[in-house]
């Protein structure tokens, strides 16, 4: 099973960034006197990530769907949100924010396009999947009600009141170094900032096959457990993975002051708190005959070691 | 009638501004640790903007529907617009792009909130009128076809291939101060910047009163027109205004090097390039009863002096 399910998750990953790159809303065109922000877009989208966002939501279509043939609407859908998460990534590495020159190993999109292009390509991706989830519904591939509730659904879990609300909270950390931040507050952070985007994409592959309400309740907890461990483990490399396996600088959330899981529970602590959490989405997703894929991906997320 | 039609635009501005503020998408938690961004948007959002574009969006539904009533929803949708016109004033005048610390007599929100939350704030009122669109229809006020295709209309507008696309031309000339800019190119871009949102605003209102695509057509066109007058007498402005009639500095975008149809056609040619285009949007828009105010509209955004 192990080999099976990581030959599925590349598969699936590498599907998605083909999809990314040949959707319609990214081509570039030839002589567009504006044309270098769709380049820094593709820049930004093309850096290899490991795409858990889509991976989500095409595994959790197939799992409600109980088709293992996936029709693209649903790749091009996972794109979406793969072009959310990455304008975050684009505006959180500029200089007001983290200031990273390094993202996975290469230059920053500001660093590569300059910190107007990247402010813009931030903006372009931040709109765009309104634009691709709107024409999948104008071209009949989805009903416009569906349609209506991935737009929903992505713009709440990325918004205000979603993950831009991390952002804030993580902002507030770095700028009062030395306040004492509670677990409470540390978990609140994280669900918001990585954890509702993790939420947004499981419910989007819900969504996508139709599932029930109930269905659509159990990809939410399975989310939201997974989401806090995938942040908890990203402390945990933080401080003792290798800039090589890791491909940006280690050690940079302490520089920062910026509190981590690590800090609060310890090592220890944390590995065990985030294997309690993959054992919880381990446990709801079980439930649904098919679920063994998902439900080794949790535990995989939280011994993952880059 | 010059009277009435001053009126109505004032107290079509006027509720526009009461609806946004009592949107909930933009009430303000009492005890989140994250309620700053929220402040930043309203704080940008309530700056007594002329709200043009939501006016249009307004006039634009009265003639088309017929009705002088003007349900909520159609405040609440023209919101979205205002939403994201704001997100990109924001980031506009962040140092990276304009610089400019004063916005309509007001410090400009990075000046008030810092960098990183003007960062986030115009993150935030990206993002935010997809929520407000799909709740429109969630909560059945419009129909989900309607609510797709205002979304693809906004997001297309505002997107890569239409503001974004604008301000990558801006960019483009003040990186390069001593390149020759055409005509064309300067109405490219104009078009681009701020006609994609006037086009918007004015679809905005045709889609939410159910027009056939005649009229929708006709609600293009007259606003393809007003939208490049209206450039144009920003750009007379920058050089004939006073900063108190204007609320901001004068001749910025002269320091800025940034080619001005009135460089390029000189103050008369520019004013007699606007009179042109308001007549043009004014026969369209006659062509329907009622047209009137509309019409009325377009001669006086080409006469205005601030």
């Keep these: ?31 567009a006197e504006w044309k270098r922000v769709l380049e820094a877009e593709c820049y930004a989208l093309s850096g290899g990530g490991k795409h858990t966002r889509s991976v989500l939501a095409v595994e ?39 200031d990273d020159d390094l993202r996975r190993g290469r230059p920053s999109t500001h660093i590569a396009y300059g910190t107007a292009m990247g402010l813009l390509a931030g903006d372009g991706l931040a709109i765009l999947p309104y634009e691709v989830l709107s024409r999948l519904a104008l071209e009949g591939k989805i ?17 205000n009141r979603g993950m831009i609300a991390g952002q804030v909270m993580d902002l507030w950390c770095e700028e009062k170094p030395n306040e004492a931040i509670s677990e409470d507050f540390l978990r609140k952070m994280s669900k ?11 419910v989007f592959g819900a969504l996508l096959a139709g599932a029930s309400s109930e269905k659509i309740r159990s990809a939410e907890i399975y989310a ?24 940006k600088p280690i050690g940079s959330d302490n520089e920062r002051h910026k509190p981590t899981f690590a800090d609060i529970l310890g090592l220890d602590g944390a590995q065990n708190e985030a294997d309690r959490l993959s054992k919880a989405a381990y446990d709801e ?12 991906y949790a535990i995989a997320l939280s011994q993952r070691n880059k």
Tied chains: 1, 2.
Excluded at 14 to 27: G, H, Q, S, Y
Excluded at 143 to 159: D, H
Excluded at 224 to 246: C, K, M, R, W, Y
């Design 143 to 159: 009903s416009f009600e569906t349609s209506v509730k991935l737009i929903k659904t992505l713009s709440e879990n990325a918004g």
């Design 1 to 31: 099973m192990r080999d099976e399910f990581k030959r599925t998750v590349a598969s699936e990953a590498a599907r998605t960034a083909e999809f990314l790159l040949k959707l319609p809303e990214l081509d570039i065109p030839e002589n």
């Design 60 to 98: 959790i279509y197939k799992l409600f769907s109980g088709l293992g043939e996936v029709p693209d609407f649903v790749y091009e859908a996972a794109c979406a949100i793969e072009m959310t998460h990455t304008f975050s990534l684009i505006h959180d590495d500029m200089p007001e924010m983290d």
């Design 285 to 296: 997703i079980m439930k649904y005959h098919g679920g063994e894929l998902l439900a080794e």
């Design 192 to 202: 918001l900032k990585t954890g509702r985007m993790i939420i947004a994409s499981c």
């Design 224 to 247: 939201e457990n997974i989401g806090l461990a995938f942040q908890i483990v990203d402390d945990i490399l933080d401080v003792t993975s290798t800039p090589e396996e890791l491909g």
